[in-house]
């Protein structure tokens, strides 16, 4: 892939970005989204538990992805803290 389609909030029309402005801006969203959703400790029984967790991003998986796809791909959603994280593997 050369190019990469966008289309802005509420806009009708598709836009061709290129990878050098894309990466920056989804690595960006995906920083500002687990800053302002991840989750330090959480209050269990009265004590402070460390779970370091982000609550606003999930990953999901589908059949079309590799073994070896698939543990990148979880391992990479783990060292962001993500929680929600699903794979779709039944062919």
């Keep these: ?7 802005a909030p509420g806009a009708t029309e598709w836009e061709e970005k290129t ?5 920056p801006r989804i690595a960006r969203l995906i920083k500002d989204t687990r800053d ?8 269990v ?5 460390t779970v370091n967790r982000c609550e606003g991003v ?8 590799d073994n070896e796809e698939c543990y990148l791909i979880s391992k990479f959603a783990r060292a962001l ?3 929600y ?4 593997a039944r062919i």
């Design 1 to 7: 892939l050369q190019k990469v389609r966008y289309r």
């Design 19 to 23: 990878w050098e402005d894309a990466i």
């Design 36 to 43: 302002a959703t991840f989750v330090e400790t959480e209050d």
């Design 45 to 49: 029984n009265g004590s402070k538990v």
């Design 58 to 65: 999930a990953q999901l998986g589908g059949a079309a992805l």
């Design 81 to 83: 803290g993500i929680v």
């Design 85 to 88: 994280l699903e794979h779709q």
